[in-house]
């Protein structure tokens, strides 16, 4: 003879009523002839005696799970955590890419400004977008040295404001030159000093994760040497637009300071939300220096990456 029948019976009309049909405890009680606080306690007791039974899929192509121990780890806003084997940075652009283009267009929204930097993860992003938001779009720096043209700032900056409708604030200039008074002068030219103007503006920044050691960022190799072999010897692993970074995720100063056309990490450090784009084994360091001083808020990466983080 079944145990409790009333309460089985009403336990499974109660959570029908609930996860189902989506209504509230004090609808179910009047319908039922009961207090809410009963009602409560039957949904309870179906999920206790398993008369409801719930099945969660995770999305094919992601890692809910190493997403969010990644994300309690380092304090992150969110981690999207593309599923798989380890892999090379190499093979993971277009992926990676294709999934930073998803996270813009389901989270941006009309009358944002977005910033942009540079790359060829960046660059698959664009090439994947079909649709944004209307927004603004503004450049972070100048031009990096050796960029094909496919990833330099300016082609990102006219693909994303022909989907977006938005206006583009465009540098039509090196992110560096070896005469710091020209540096100067370049920031003073008034279509550069109007999108260096709008760092300010900038709600969400979507930047690449360059890596040093090994050489894993379009700025390492586009760097002059000299420039490029003091930043080694002072300990750079790591870039975020034209921040250098240590392993500790502490900022590295370097002649950018000075010579360089981009956004400086005081000013990083204002705008709401800060989305890195990168993976590969290759960059797994680089990643790490990058969450440990807390450059990024939001964190686009795949699944070798995500455990050798939390390794």
């Given amino acids: 003879m079944p145990r409790r029948p009333l309460q089985r019976v009403q336990s499974a009309l109660a959570a029908r009523r609930y996860f189902i049909g989506q209504q509230t405890k004090s609808q179910i009680a ?18 206790e005696q398993k008369i409801v039974q719930f099945l969660i899929k995770e999305p094919d192509d992601l890692n809910a799970e190493l997403g969010e121990a990644v994300r309690n780890k380092y ?3 969110a981690v999207l955590v593309l599923d798989g084997p380890d892999m090379s940075t190499s093979d993971l652009m277009i992926p990676l890419g294709n999934l930073a283009a998803s996270l813009l267009d389901e989270t941006l ?13 960046l660059a698959a992003m664009t090439r994947a977008l079909e649709h944004l938001p209307k927004v603004d779009v503004i450049q972070v720096a100048g031009i990096p040295g050796g960029l094909e043209i496919s990833q330099n700032p300016l082609e990102l900056v006219r693909r994303l404001t022909n989907l977006s409708g938005g206006k583009a604030y465009p540098i ?5 030159t070896e005469d710091p008074t020209l540096a100067q002068r370049l920031r003073q030219e008034p279509a550069v000093a109007a999108a260096m103007a709008k760092y300010v503006d900038i709600d969400v920044l979507v930047v690449g994760i360059g890596s040093w050691n090994p050489a894993e960022s379009c700025l390492c190799s586009g760097f ?6 003091e ?4 300990g750079v692993v790591a870039d975020v637009c034209g921040s250098l970074i240590g392993s500790d995720g502490r900022e590295i100063p370097s002649r950018l300071d000075e010579q360089g056309l981009t956004i400086t990490s005081e000013q990083l450090d204002r705008i709401p939300e800060i989305i890195g ?20 808020d939001v964190l686009v990466t795949d699944a070798g990456v995500a455990r050798r983080l939390l390794a």
């Fill in 231 to 234: 930043a080694l010897a002072a």
């Fill in 75 to 77: 304090g992150l806003n």
């Fill in 277 to 296: 784009v990168g993976g590969g084994l290759e960059k797994a360091d680089a990643i790490a220096a990058v969450l440990r001083g807390r450059w990024v």
């Fill in 109 to 121: 929204e009309d009358g944002q400004a977005l910033g942009i930097s540079w790359g060829r993860t």
């Fill in 30 to 47: 009047s319908e039922l002839g009961i207090s809410r606080f009963k009602v409560a306690r039957l949904i309870n007791a179906a999920i």
């Fill in 224 to 229: 002059p040497e000299d420039w490029r072999q």
């Fill in 172 to 176: 039509y200039g090196p992110m560096w």
